[in-house]
């Protein structure tokens, strides 16, 4: 049976990515019988480029995956060379860890509500400092050049890139690398960059790629935070897809292909900033340029990692705030009074998204991770890890931005016969949720002590007596802190639910989002806090599970 696991994940990733680009390509060039499109013309890339504010809108999403991955990437590089193999280091790791489970769209929501004229910043220095007894009228939110936006995605990549960086440490010899560059007269950070970044980056660069393609292509993140007027490619595509017109499928579809095309720009303008890191790091090496003082970097990477922290969780503590608060006038710090009226109020429309969220995304959770679990052991079958095409295959929709696939991925299901089913959201949730729960559990797999399955087989056991009864159990806390990841990556799925569930399947995120256009943060901060608590309460149920297992087992809870 564990023979064709590995078969059964490839499917379920590349299937709806190599359909969906089918299905998105086609109508772009105006092939659609369903619709009248019975040859192939370029008439919808005509009227997609005709559209007004087009180029702003590209260019955009175009600075949004360049910036995003750029400051995130220096941001990583900086504070993992200046402060590794410190306390400081592990405190701030524990600190910054938790920003992994909390979905994009609530961290936008709670930036917003940082940030914005009348947030929590503005009433902290008003009117003592400010002198303001009413909101500036400032653009913050929603600028016309995308700064809020690109802010939003940076604090939750920065994370995404520290944990990946994490995970490629023990590969490389930091220490011994750390001393013999501190012995020939370099800085903590030149001597990190030099010596051991190089190897990290390669093990970590599909994952910036990945960061790429998302930043460039985010449509709940844009809707929250980005600029209006016009708005960011991504939203603006859902925006066409929408149309009760259904001609603009066409329009919908080429500006997808152009959003793929927007991608790729992204990625080849990375991969010549690559090249320009590359010899500028070469030149200062052959010039000898040891960069002795650092105390400076240093510092203000830290001091940048933790307001990236801070950011984050001072968010989700306003939208907390706001989802119990009466009357809140500015520039008072706390509201004058605390109610539970707006939960209330809102528990009759946040019934069905809630279960549809949760019954979702347990589902594509659990049959993610029986796949994966099937992959790593036949993989422990054949003595094989797997090969550079595996983790191509298991990077790819991660790498090719959703809009580029899901949109012809929908024209396929509707022509199908297949509407907006339960388990067809499912499925399509899987594609994103395996790739998140195979990276989580396949070093803690590998990195299992062989010695037991011996031992095992020494007293007659069988290989699935073996897995089931001595592997599984040793790995409970891995396997449930993937698959609390895998759930927290199903919960903040906002693009593949709008198309898929065609507005009668709706989640927390899509109605956070949908009601981020209104003006009531009461409302706003309750399904922004709903949002992020169910990831929150999925990794509290992986750690207590193991605890109460496990708690007259010494040796494994610290397993």
């Known amino acids: 049976m564990l023979r064709f696991a590995p078969a059964i994940a490839i499917a ?21 019988p369903a619709l009248g499109g019975e040859s192939l013309s370029l008439e919808p890339f005509r009227i997609v480029l005709a559209q007004s504010g087009l180029l702003r809108s590209c260019g955009i999403a175009l600075a949004a995956g360049v910036v995003t991955a750029a400051v995130s990437t220096v941001l990583v590089a900086l504070f993992v060379g200046g402060w590794s193999q ?78 990946m960086t994490l995970a490629a440490l023990p590969q490389v010899r930091l220490a011994a690398s750390t001393r013999l560059s501190a012995s020939l ?57 929408n149309d009760p017109e259904l001609t603009s499928r066409f329009m919908a579809s080429a500006g997808a292909v152009l959003q793929l095309g927007i991608t790729l720009a992204a990625l080849l303008v990375w991969l010549l900033l690559e090249r320009i890191g590359r010899m500028a790091v070469m030149h200062f090496c052959g010039e000898g340029r040891r960069f002795g003082t650092d105390r400076a970097i240093r510092h203000v990477a830290l001091t940048l990692v933790v307001l990236t922290a801070l950011i984050v969780f001072g968010g989700l503590a306003v939208l907390a705030l706001w989802s119990v608060s009466g009357l809140w006038q500015f520039p008072n710090i706390l509201p004058d009074t605390l109610t539970l009226r707006g939960w209330m109020r809102s528990m009759p429309q946040i019934a069905d998204p809630l279960w549809t969220t949760v019954t979702v995304g347990f589902a594509s959770t659990a049959l ?22 595996a983790l191509f295959f298991l990077y790819l929709p991660l790498l090719v931005p959703q809009a580029g696939f899901v949109f012809g991925l929908k024209l396929f299901l ?68 993937a698959c609390a990841v895998g759930f927290a990556v199903s919960v903040g799925q906002y693009l593949p639910t709008v198309l898929i ?16 256009s209104g003006g009531n943060r009461r409302v706003v901060g309750i399904y922004a806090f709903l949002q992020m608590l169910l990831p929150f309460l999925g990794f509290a149920f992986a750690a207590l599970v193991p605890a109460l297992l496990f708690r007259n087992r010494r040796a494994m809870k610290v397993a």
Do not use: C
């Open 501 to 516: 569930g065609a507005g009668r399947l709706v989640t927390i995120t899509t109605e956070a989002v949908a009601l981020g």
């Open 368 to 389: 993610s991770a029986l796949i994966v679990i099937g992959s790593l052991a036949r993989e422990g079958q054949v003595r094989r890890a797997g090969n550079r095409w």
């Open 86 to 163: 410190t306390w400081t280091f592990r405190f701030i790791q524990s600190l910054v860890s938790p920003l992994l489970a909390v979905p994009h769209a609530a961290a936008a929501f709670g930036l917003a509500f940082m940030i914005a004229p009348s947030g929590f910043l503005a009433r902290l220095v008003s009117p003592w400092a400010t002198g303001w007894d009413r909101p500036p009228d400032w653009l913050i939110v929603n600028d016309s050049l995308g700064l809020s936006l690109m802010l939003g995605l940076i604090v939750k990549e920065v994370p995404f890139l520290l944990l």
């Open 12 to 32: 379920v990733l590349a299937l709806p990515v190599i359909g969906g680009l089918a299905g998105t390509f086609l109508p772009a060039f105006g092939y659609l």
């Open 414 to 481: 509707t022509h199908g016969g297949v509407g907006a089913t339960w388990m067809a959201l499912v499925l399509v949730h899987m594609v994103f949720v395996l790739p998140y729960v195979f990276l989580s559990l396949a070093a803690p797999w590998r990195a299992f002590d062989p010695r037991y399955e011996a031992i095992a087989a020494g007293l007659g056991k069988g290989p699935w007596a073996t897995l089931l009864a001595i592997r599984l159990p040793m790995l409970s806390r891995a396997i449930l802190v």
């Open 185 to 241: 007269g370099y800085g903590r950070v030149s001597g990190f960059l030099f010596t051991t970044w190089p190897a990290i980056y390669r093990q970590i660069r599909l994952a910036v790629f990945a960061v790429i393609a998302f930043a460039s292509s985010a449509v709940d993140v844009a809707f929250i935070l980005g600029p209006t007027t016009p708005s960011a490619l991504p939203v603006r595509l859902v925006q066409w897809m």
